[in-house]
């Protein structure tokens, strides 16, 4: 269930990223969407490294590296 929250968020964040660019294009950078897009794809990002921190931490991801 993890693990589907957090590609769901990364979708999200490149989901996010993508619009950001459509705005950054059609309002050539004169409105207030581009910077809502990008908030939008911080904070998802900010959510997604979270939810990895807590996975880690509570032992639902683990990593298999040799090293």
Do not use: C, E, P
Not at 1 to 19: D, E, G, H, P
Not at 21 to 37: C, E, Q, T
């Amino acid at each position: 269930m993890l693990k589907a929250a957090i590609v769901l968020l990364l979708l999200a964040t490149v989901a996010s990223l993508f619009s950001g660019l459509f705005f950054l294009v059609k309002d050539a950078g004169h409105g207030s969407r581009v910077v809502n897009a990008l908030t939008v794809r911080v904070i998802l990002a900010a959510i997604t490294l979270a939810l990895i921190a807590w996975g880690f931490y509570s032992g639902q991801l683990v990593s298999h590296v040799t090293w």
